[in-house]
């Protein structure tokens, strides 16, 4: 049950039909005094918009008669407003609902949606109304992936290292359900071998194959990605037209011994997160880098005790490796908060990972 609390005597106010914002999810509506106003209208469509509670001023003892002056109404927008951006599903119109923020209804294309982290995002999505496109590599697991998500996940062959394919993916995608509004890019793989290695220096194919899958593959999938999506109609108040999420890891800053080509290849995807967000200002599209440390995925499963435990070792709080659905939860945070924009934001229970 929500107790209905005024916030301070300083807050009270009126006009004629006008509103405030008492606590989160109230909003204190004090009627009767003539026409309503703008303020109270744009009041009550927030309110709608956050399901908020509508509670008449007397309800908490207000009293109403008291006139606002313009800086005083003034104050009381920018109120509505930072209450609005706090609970974020709540832009100022009835036309904003379909803010890409808002991922109900929205098509977001996951590579590697098949397994761990990326499957993990696919299932936020489902859960809040939207729609994902698997791409992976693994057409089996990709197709189960997509039936256990249900009617409004559709599986694809793609293999990122392969531009013809990305691109067919991408098509289908389009076609199928008609926009992209997101792009989360977590097919990728690990590889671990030293620059000078038993047999001399490291095979230049094996470099190559890690940059290939991690970084190209990241690229040529977000830019065809955000093709499309530059064509939507621009939408909310800050006409977004779409939402990319790459992933990186912590070894773009902290890589190991033996990481060269997996730290090269995370270090690029981190690296081009700013030029990307900036070339893409003027579509409407934001995107943002996610560098996860060491997370419990198929990826991980197969590392032996004596490479997870000095790993788990350097895990500061809490003491254990990540769930793919803390993954999942920074990917929704990014798709809904429209001021997350060019960063790399590090998920790793504050690791700092050691040469081994
Ligand atoms: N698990 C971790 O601890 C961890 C830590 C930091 C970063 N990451 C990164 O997160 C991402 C996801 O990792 P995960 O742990 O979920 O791995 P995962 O192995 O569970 O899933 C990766 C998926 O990518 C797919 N894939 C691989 N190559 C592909 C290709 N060429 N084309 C299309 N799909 C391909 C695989 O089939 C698989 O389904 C990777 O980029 C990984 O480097 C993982």
């Not at 993916?169 to 926009?179: E, I, L, R, T």
Request: charged share 20%; with cysteine.
């Amino acid at each position: 049950m929500v107790r209905i609390k005024p916030l301070g005597e300083g807050r009270k106010f009126c006009g004629h039909t006008t509103a405030r914002m008492v606590y989160p999810r109230i909003a204190v509506i004090n009627a009767g005094l003539g026409e309503p106003s703008d303020l109270s209208r744009y009041a009550v469509a927030c309110a709608e918009h956050t399901q908020m509670f509508l509670v008449p001023a007397n309800a908490v003892g207000a009293p109403v008669q008291q006139c606002l002056s313009l800086p005083r109404l003034e104050k009381i927008r920018k109120e509505l407003r930072f209450w609005q951006i706090l609970y974020n599903r709540a832009p100022s119109s009835r036309e904003n609902r379909n803010a890409t923020l808002n991922i109900e209804n929205k098509v977001v294309v996951i590579t590697g949606g098949a397994s761990g982290l990326g499957l993990a995002t696919a299932q936020m999505v489902i859960e809040r109304g939207g729609k994902v496109a698997i791409f992976d590599l693994n057409e089996d697991l990709a197709r189960q992936a997509a039936e256990n998500l249900g009617s409004n996940a559709r599986a694809y062959t793609v293999n990122v290292t392969d531009d013809a394919s990305v691109q067919a993916g991408v098509d289908g995608a389009a076609d199928d359900f008609g926009a992209i509004h997101g792009n989360v890019n977590c097919a990728g793989i690990g590889a671990a071998a030293r620059t000078v290695g038993r047999e001399g220096a490291l095979d230049i194919a094996k470099f190559n194959f890690v940059i290939q899958v991690n970084l190209i593959g990241t690229f040529s999938t977000l830019s065809k990605c955000a093709a499309v999506m530059a064509k939507n109609e621009p939408i909310g108040d800050d006409q977004e037209r779409g939402v990319i999420i790459n992933t990186a890891s912590v070894a773009a800053f902290d890589g190991q011994i033996g990481q060269a080509a997996y730290s090269a290849s995370k270090a690029g995807v981190a690296g081009m997160t700013l030029p990307i967000a900036r070339d893409l200002a003027r579509n409407g599209i934001r995107i943002c880098t996610i560098a996860p440390g060491i997370f419990e995925t198929p990826m991980m499963a197969g590392a032996p005790d004596r490479v997870r435990d000095p790993l788990i070792e350097m895990v500061q709080f809490p003491h254990r490796l990540g769930n793919a659905v803390e993954f999942a939860l920074l990917s929704q945070q990014i798709m809904e908060n429209p001021y997350l924009n060019g960063e790399t934001i590090r998920l790793d229970g504050g690791i700092r990972m050691q040469p081994k």
